[in-house]
């Protein structure tokens, strides 16, 4: 019974302590300079930033 208790949080407490991050594949030259920068501080998710001419080379990517 105990393990059945203890097992959520253990669950959450992994979720908690994993580096949030966020990929996002977009047109070039689609988003602001500070964009980026200003997502980071306002949530905290680092994103990593990558861009694509065609979408073939979105496919290629992803």
């Known amino acids: 019974m ?3 208790l203890l097992a959520p ?6 979720v908690a302590n994993a580096a ?8 070039s030259s ?5 964009t980026l920068k200003n997502f980071q501080q306002a ?6 930033y990558d861009v694509y001419d065609s979408n073939e080379t979105l496919d ?3």
């Open 9 to 14: 949080l253990m669950l959450a407490a992994s």
């Open 30 to 34: 689609y988003v602001a300079p500070d």
């Open 43 to 48: 949530s905290g998710i680092v994103p990593t």
């Open 60 to 62: 290629g990517k992803l």
């Open 2 to 4: 105990r393990t059945l």
């Open 20 to 27: 949030e991050t966020v990929k996002i594949y977009n047109w």
